[in-house]
C-alpha cells in the first residue's frame, strides 16, 4: 500500500499569515491535532501542532526564564525563543519549518520508517510539490485494521509440500530462521526441531509459520542452547 491509499484528503491547512487565535478554533472545529502550512502555491512551507501552543502568555502557561541574566547573555538568546512561541501572533512565527514531507507513491513501510525515525506524528503527501493529503500514525493503524478484517476469498487448501515450501521461502536470508531440516509440516502442523538461541527466535518462527495460509497451529519440539534467556 502506498500514501494514496490511505491518506487523508483533502487536507485541512493553514498559511504563515493565519492567526494563532484563528488556528486554534481551527484545531478544535475539525477536531485535529495538528496543520500543514502551505504557501500561496499550495507548497509545504511549515507544520504546526498543538505542541506549538502549549505555551501561551493567553493563558498563562508561557516559559518563565528563572536564570541569572548574565548567563544568558554569556550563553544563549535570553528565552527570545520561548517568547516568540509565546507571543507571536502568527502561524508564521510558530510553524516548525521545513517539514518532512512524502511523496503519494511512497510506501507505508517507508512512511512508518519516516514516523519512527524523526519522532513526528504525521507527514504531509505532496504531488508535484503540492499539498494533496496528509498520513498520520492513525491512518496507519487504521490500514492494519482494515488489512485484518479482509476475510480470504475460499481456496483450495495448500497441501503440508506446498505450506513448508512458502515457509522456507519467507525466512530465506532471516539470519534468525531455522535450518530446513529443523522443519516439518504434517497435516498442516508445523512442527519445530532443533536448538533454539533465544525465545525471540522461537517467537519469531511461530509468527511466521502461523502467517502461512492453511497452517493448523505450531508445535515446538526444540531445546534451548545453551540456556534461553527468558525460560
Not at 185 to 195: A, I, P, Y
Amino acid at each position: 500500500m502506498q500514501a494514496r491509499d490511505v491518506m487523508t484528503s483533502p487536507v485541512v491547512s493553514v498559511t504563515p499569515e493565519t492567526r494563532v487565535h484563528d488556528l486554534a478554533r481551527l484545531l478544535v472545529q475539525h477536531r485535529i491535532s495538528a496543520a500543514p502550512v502551505v504557501d500561496q502555491d499550495e507548497r509545504v512551507v511549515g507544520m504546526i501542532s498543538e505542541g506549538d501552543l502549549l505555551h501561551r502568555e493567553e493563558i498563562g502557561t508561557e516559559k518563565r526564564n528563572r536564570r541569572s541574566w548574565w548567563l544568558d547573555m554569556l550563553g544563549s538568546d535570553g528565552g527570545a525563543a520561548d517568547y516568540i512561541k509565546s507571543h507571536a501572533p502568527t502561524v508564521g512565527e510558530i510553524m516548525t519549518r521545513e517539514p518532512i514531507c512524502v511523496k503519494e507513491d511512497t510506501s507505508l513501510a517507508d512512511i512508518a520508517a519516516v514516523l519512527e525515525s524523526h519522532h513526528i506524528k504525521r507527514v504531509p503527501v505532496l504531488r508535484d510539490g503540492r499539498l494533496v493529503g496528509i498520513v498520520s500514525r492513525s491512518n496507519l493503524v487504521q490500514a492494519l485494521a482494515s488489512a485484518l478484517a479482509v476475510e480470504a476469498a475460499p481456496e483450495a487448501l495448500a497441501s503440508d509440500a506446498e505450506m513448508r515450501a512458502m515457509l522456507m521461502g519467507d525466512l530465506a536470508g532471516r539470519g534468525w530462521a531455522f535450518p530446513g531440516r529443523n522443519i516439518v509440516v504434517r497435516d498442516g502442523v508445523v512442527h519445530l526441531w532443533g536448538t533454539v538461541w533465544s525465545r525471540d527466535q522461537l517467537d519469531a518462527m511461530r509468527i511466521a509459520s502461523q502467517s502461512i495460509p492453511g497452517v493448523k497451529r505450531v508445535e515446538d519440539h526444540t531445546i534451548p542452547y545453551p540456556i534461553m534467556p527468558g525460560l
